[in-house]
DNA sequence: TGCAAATCATCTGCTGTCAAACAGTCTGTT
DNA sequence: AACAGACTGTTTGACAGCAGATGATTTGCA
């Protein structure tokens, strides 16, 4: 049936097409959805990606200040605010005043929170094998490597 | 110095040591580093990413309806209607009503919409050249192997 | 010592995304 | 024909991220 303005139908896969030949400003847009799927795979579980990051750092290397951890974790320190509020009221996290600079925290991982760390670890593996289902073993540890070295040369900005 | 409260000082590089072990929450991450390193680039041009990821489409593929637009870049159709709306201002777009399907518009790219995508596109190389030049010719292509797979199998939800 | 500049945490305003609700339109069944 | 249900585009409200300004504190330098 013969239209003037042929508009096109349902099926196209018109974006992997694309993606699939060459680098560009759409796979980036993939990467967003990545981050996506962690979002929401946390948001689900209770305990934000933020909120894990923290707990992680914090049980990795021993008390921060919320500056430490905004820039290793790449968290705006406006946001990093929110996210030790939660973690405080939910008793995961202590704030003390550090008496070598009163102007800074220390923050502190409590037993709480080391509990509540542990427990959602426990959920990564399931969530990675169900994200990444579709890559080989060989493609989870390029993925891993590349973006690793883009974090490392501070892509998408200092914080 | 003997204090108390131990807070770690900076250049920890906690981050990227992290993520250079095994692939976890940390590198999803990573990934919305690099999107916003797309959308830096693209605000800076002047060109979102949304926009031109639907100028190039409709260029590929002919007039499109939003929902179309929508499912197949994975962008929200209520953004949608913004990102036309902005098309449309600037002359790059063309709304006109499927007579088909009265619900439906059919939108079509415009000459100066071409010339639009052609000048974005240009900027493309160097950008990509700049924002993953600490990645060789072969992860380049991994990465973009890798992502698209991913988004063939719909990571990170429907839209 | 005294003062300017830097630093840390916080707050405010702006922007963009997403979920849900809505009006208009189409499709299929009776 | 009539009506229920699905679809398209739009609006609204809630929410997160980021830039910039602010108050309290520390550091560096004259």
Redesign the interface.
């Known amino acids: 049936m013969a239209?003037t303005?042929?508009?096109?139908?349902?099926g196209?896969?018109?974006?992997?097409r694309?993606?699939?030949e060459?680098?560009?400003?759409?796979?980036?847009?993939?990467?967003?959805?990545?981050?996506?799927?962690?979002?929401?795979h946390?948001t689900e579980e209770g305990l934000g990606?933020g909120q894990?990051?923290v707990l992680?750092?914090l049980d990795?290397?021993?008390?921060?200040?919320q500056q430490?951890l905004s820039?290793?974790?790449?968290i705006d320190r406006s946001v990093m605010v929110g996210v030790c509020d939660d973690l405080e009221q939910a008793g995961h996290v202590r704030r003390?005043r550090?008496?070598?600079d009163r102007r800074?925290y220390?923050v502190?991982i409590t037993d709480s929170g080391r509990r509540r760390l542990a427990r959602a670890q426990a959920l990564?593996p399931a969530f990675?094998d169900d994200?990444?289902?579709?890559?080989t073993s060989d493609?989870?540890?390029?993925?891993?490597?590349?973006?690793?070295?883009?974090?490392?040369?501070g892509?998408?900005?200092p914080r």
Do not use: W
């Open positions: 239209t303005t042929r508009t096109t139908d349902r196209t896969a018109y974006f992997p694309l993606a699939a060459r680098l560009d400003i759409a796979l980036c847009r993939a990467s967003a959805a990545v981050a996506r799927a962690a979002d929401a946390a990606v894990h990051l992680q750092m990795a290397v021993g008390p921060c200040s430490t820039e290793e974790l790449r003390e550090n008496p070598r800074s220390a502190t990564i990675l994200t990444f289902k579709v890559l493609e989870r540890g390029q993925l891993s490597a590349i973006l690793a070295k883009l974090l490392q040369a892509v998408g900005g």
